[in-house]
């Protein structure tokens, strides 16, 4: 009974920048963490990074550790993810996530349909 509506995605060179948020609504305050995921084509969705809601504590892929970095405005309820020195490899449709009791590759509470991030070279 969470709705997660993710925006921001687009075309961008290779080494550019580019942010996405993700709007949470419904039970909101069931939430525990919130994060996202992304799928390439011909490739298993993929954990990327997440936050909890109320320390702030962040957990990060090793792929994009130093580049992206996720953060959250608690009252809009929402979250964000800067996406810096992007690389071809990054290409993929990128999902939040929310669950109510873990951060990390097995939240798996609400989803978002999904915006597609694509990176030229």
């Known amino acids: 009974q969470v709705q997660l509506v993710e925006s921001g995605g687009g075309l961008v060179q290779a080494g550019g920048s580019l942010r996405l948020s993700c709007a949470a609504s419904?039970?909101?305050?069931?939430?525990?963490?919130m994060g996202w995921f992304r799928q390439a084509p011909g490739k298993e969705r993929e954990f990327v990074a997440a936050?909890?809601?109320?320390?702030?504590?962040?957990l990060y892929a090793d792929s994009v550790k130093g580049r992206f970095a996720i953060s959250r405005d608690n009252a809009k309820n929402t979250v964000y993810l800067q996406l810096n020195s992007l690389k071809p490899e990054d290409t993929a449709v990128y999902y939040c996530?929310?669950?109510?009791?873990?951060?990390?590759?097995?939240?798996?509470?609400?989803w978002g349909q999904g915006t597609q991030v694509t990176v030229s070279s």
């Open positions: 419904g039970r909101t305050f069931s939430i525990y963490g």
């Open positions: 936050i909890t809601r109320t320390i702030g504590r962040t």
């Open positions: 996530a929310a669950d109510s009791s873990t951060i990390g590759p097995k939240m798996d509470g609400s």
